[in-house]
């Protein structure tokens, strides 16, 4: 893209030259704009991001990032990915897109770059690495988009070197799930130059609805805000079908009779039916997780602020780790709840009613 309007730009300017009636100001003048200007026009009058005109690249193809990318690529894109495990791009490989071995080899051949990896130390490699970081290697007028849920300070740090090098960054990490993902349904929560999000909208659209939240950052505050949400709602939803166990109920029916009423959720759709089925396979993992909340309540003591829902089930889901089961989805919490009250809902006798 920049290419293209610098090149425009120079034959306006050759224009001038042999046309300089036509014009208020002397070519002179106008060859005076700097290429921070230039990187300005690219970012404010760029024409409307489609296949044709805009290369993207991809940094992390793992249970969330695959799907997204996919999307991207059906939509007809020209895509570069880069993960740490070459096998996890083997699918995507295979509808198109082209694998690079540093963030830096996607960079170069992008015009805009997405990451979602695991962890802020990640985000920080990825992007800011000075030898083999994505900055490093896109062009002026380039945005990176960090979809991670990670550090809000780290989120600006990110905006500002990427504008000290004529570049953009907009922190957008995503709500959803695996299924989310998969169905092109996520919550996008967006901070940075509003601006430089309406231009991306085509893009985000293909990967669900973003929401504009304000500065560099808000995007991740808003992220870990959506956290705290979710770490007492799973609480709530574990804990309720622990009580209808001992209380003999026949749980898939328990689950039908509540989600129409004030106990439904978007974790009960999600989640609850899986719990039951002990299907405990990752659509988010207890690991990643725990490093959200980890986040979460340091920005409390930060803000000064005490939230004990938050803190409970940071605990519970740190026992989870500290059994080994890091890997598993969020909805293992359940295990949890089972250990502390020596119970298993797959057990098919209750003993409440027996003689």
């Known amino acids: 893209m920049i290419h293209n309007i610098s090149s425009s730009f120079h034959k306006f300017v050759r224009l001038l030259r042999l046309h300089p009636h036509h014009c208020h100001y002397s070519p002179q003048t106008i060859l005076t704009v700097t290429a921070a200007t230039i990187t300005h026009l690219c970012r404010t009058m760029a024409t409307a991001v489609d296949p044709s005109n805009t290369r993207l690249g991809w940094i992390g193809t793992g249970v969330m990032g695959r799907s997204m990318c996919a999307h991207l690529i059906n939509a007809g894109y020209t895509l570069t990915v880069f993960t740490r495990t070459p096998s996890k791009a083997q699918e995507l490989i295979s509808m198109g897109a082209h694998w690079v071995d540093t963030p830096k080899a996607v960079a170069s051949q992008s015009d805009v770059v997405f990451s979602i990896v695991g962890y802020p130390s990640d985000v920080r490699q990825v992007i800011l ?60 929560f967006a901070g940075g130059e509003e601006s430089i999000v309406q231009r991306l909208n085509p893009l985000f659209n293909l990967l669900g609805k973003v929401y504009y939240m304000g500065a560099p950052g808000k995007g991740q505050f808003t992220k870990l805000g959506n956290q705290v949400v979710i770490a007492s709602s799973m609480v709530g939803l574990c804990e309720g079908l622990i009580y209808a166990h001992k209380a003999g109920l026949d749980l898939n029916h328990f689950v039908d009779a509540i989600s129409t009423g004030a106990a439904g959720s978007k974790s009960l759709d999600l989640y609850g039916s899986r719990i039951l089925n002990r299907d405990l396979e990752p659509g988010f993992y207890v690991n990643h997780f725990v490093k959200d909340l980890g986040i979460c309540l340091r920005e409390c003591q930060n803000m000064g602020l005490a939230l004990p829902g938050l803190a409970l089930a940071q605990q519970l889901y740190l026992s989870l780790k500290a059994h080994g089961e890091g890997d598993l989805g969020t909805q293992a919490l359940i295990l949890a709840l089972e250990r502390i009250n020596n119970l298993s809902l797959q057990s098919e006798a209750s003993a409440i009613g027996k003689p």
């Open 129 to 188: 690495d000075p030898n083999s970081g994505a900055l490093s290697g896109l062009r002026q007028g380039g945005v990176i988009i960090d979809m991670t849920t990670s550090e809000p300070s780290l989120a600006v740090e990110i905006h500002s070197a990427a504008s000290a090098a004529g570049c953009s960054a907009i922190d957008a990490p995503v709500s959803g799930g695996d299924r989310g993902a998969r169905n092109a349904a996520l919550s996008i």
